[in-house]
């Protein structure tokens, strides 16, 4: 058996895995395959899409859970979510033009596999974090249910966070069952122009300590605001400071009355609304402003927020054609570099190296990402741990076999 196997429903998946299992074939999991240049090359000949696993299974508004098969798009749920004024808290980001594909074609199996929040986590959380439940199965084929519309697992591991940015490699999920909030009433987002990276970042500090209960943190540097479809934005001709607050409307001029009173000392300052903030906040979750130019490496480094600029600053030293921006206060900085393997990678670990932080290659060449480490390479107790998890959810090693490390 070779190409691309979609399974219907839960017990083909099974009886599949099962075979996979029994005959040593390796599988790529799949759901839209957006997310497949995401991680290093899976070594499998056969890939199962899970696509076919879709639809919602149970949505209760008023008890703001939505359970919903793997495959289902993201799209889609989020528009059955805003016809009952309801939002996914961590604000997924839309990866696929980033990655080589096709907007709006993410599962929600592929958002829950890798783990990928938004700019809302600064307030909401990680996406693990909203996680209530999950069903899939396991590299032996047995398919297993952890969690349900409770918050904490009372004994044992808990599966869903363990599963949750796991890439694939320890089980095919099937079903999630998420905790979802209601849809702010007001946006608004408050722009600051002309701070240097320093500067900027102490502001979103000092916004993200605030009683202000802030909800986007992000910082551009000129070269990339000039790449806004924003006019007030990319029109500044400035390096660009973004903080937003969302909520009942009256409390939300409040909050923002108090941000401008701390920011206007810094800088010019503007406001913007609905469409033009909601354009802003999508395209840097989407890294929209790397998408373009698919010759650049890109990486997403995850820091502590006021390290951000001088982590910068050192890859800066290294590699004087760097673009970045910052998201989550600074704690997050994405990075596109002009392709070079070993000297890239020395450099953005190089930076790392004695703080607390670690660094993703997002996209690369399918070479570099087999011979340079994605994901940031573990300590040793903490890599036979892995392996242990590995071998008890998938011991023949089936599963996105190579996806996180060269031996998973």
């Known amino acids: 058996?070779?190409?691309?196997?979609?399974?219907?429903?839960?017990?083909?998946?099974?009886?599949?895995?099962?075979?996979?299992?029994?005959?040593?074939?390796?599988?790529?999991?799949?759901?839209?395959?957006?997310?497949?240049?995401?991680?290093?090359?899976?070594?499998?000949?056969?890939?199962?899409?899970?696509?076919?696993?879709?639809?919602?299974?149970?949505?209760?508004?008023?008890?703001?859970?939505?359970?919903?098969?793997?495959?289902?798009?993201?799209?889609?749920?989020?528009?059955?979510?805003?016809?009952?004024?309801?939002?996914?808290?961590?604000?997924?980001?839309?990866?696929?033009?980033?990655?080589?594909?096709?907007?709006?074609?993410?599962?929600?199996?592929?958002?829950?596999?890798?783990?990928?929040?938004?700019?809302?986590?600064?307030?909401?959380?990680?996406?693990?974090?909203?996680?209530?439940?999950?069903?899939?199965?396991?590299?032996?084929?047995?398919?297993?249910?952890?969690?349900?519309?409770?918050?904490?697992?009372?004994?044992?591991?808990?599966?869903?966070?363990?599963?949750?940015?796991?890439?694939?490699?320890?089980?095919?999920?099937?079903?999630?069952?998420?905790?979802?909030?209601?849809?702010?009433?007001?946006?608004?987002?408050?722009?600051?122009?002309?701070?240097?990276?320093?500067?900027?970042?102490?502001?979103?500090?000092?916004?993200?300590?605030?009683?202000?209960?802030?909800?986007?943190?992000?910082?551009?540097?000129?070269?990339?605001a000039a790449r806004s479809r924003v006019g007030y934005v990319s029109g500044a001709g400035a390096a660009t400071t973004a903080i937003r607050v969302e909520g009942p409307a009256p409390s939300v001029a409040v909050r923002l009355e108090a941000l401008k009173a701390m920011a206007s000392k810094l800088g010019a300052v503007e406001e913007l609304h609905g469409t033009n903030s909601m354009t802003l906040w999508a395209e840097i979750g989407n890294c929209s402003y790397f998408a373009t130019d698919a010759a650049k490496q890109i990486w997403r480094l995850s820091v502590a927020p006021t390290e951000g600029p001088k982590v910068v600053a050192d890859i800066a030293a290294a590699i004087p054609d760097a673009e970045f921006y910052y998201d989550w206060s600074g704690g997050l900085v994405w990075l596109a570099l002009p392709p070079s393997p070993d000297a890239r990678a020395n450099a953005v670990r190089g930076a790392l190296r004695g703080r607390d932080g670690h660094a993703t290659l997002v996209r690369a060449d399918a070479e570099t990402r087999r011979t340079v480490p994605v994901f940031q390479p573990e300590p040793a107790p903490l890599r036979a741990l892995s392996r242990r998890v590995k071998e008890s959810f998938d011991p023949k090693g089936v599963l996105n076999p190579g996806r996180m490390a060269a031996r998973d």
């Open 1 to 224: 058996m070779s190409g691309v196997v979609e399974p219907k429903d839960e017990t083909s998946l099974v009886q599949l895995v099962r075979w996979a299992a029994a005959e040593d074939k390796p599988l790529e999991l799949l759901g839209a395959g957006t997310k497949r240049g995401l991680g290093r090359p899976v070594d499998a000949t056969l890939a199962l899409k899970l696509t076919g696993i879709a639809g919602i299974e149970d949505y209760q508004p008023e008890e703001l859970v939505v359970t919903v098969r793997a495959g289902t798009r993201i799209a889609d749920l989020e528009a059955t979510l805003r016809q009952r004024g309801q939002v996914l808290p961590f604000e997924p980001g839309d990866w696929g033009p980033l990655l080589g594909g096709a907007a709006g074609q993410a599962t929600i199996g592929g958002i829950v596999g890798c783990n990928l929040s938004g700019p809302r986590r600064v307030k909401a959380g990680a996406a693990r974090d909203h996680v209530l439940g999950i069903k899939g199965v396991s590299g032996r084929g047995e398919s297993f249910k952890a969690g349900g519309y409770v918050v904490k697992n009372v004994t044992g591991y808990d599966l869903p966070k363990l599963l949750t940015g796991s890439y694939g490699t320890l089980a095919a999920l099937t079903e999630i069952t998420l905790k979802v909030l209601p849809s702010p009433e007001k946006t608004r987002t408050l722009l600051v122009h002309g701070l240097s990276d320093v500067a900027a970042i102490g502001l979103l500090c000092d916004a993200a300590g605030s009683p202000q209960e802030v909800s986007g943190l992000a910082h551009l540097p000129r070269a990339v």
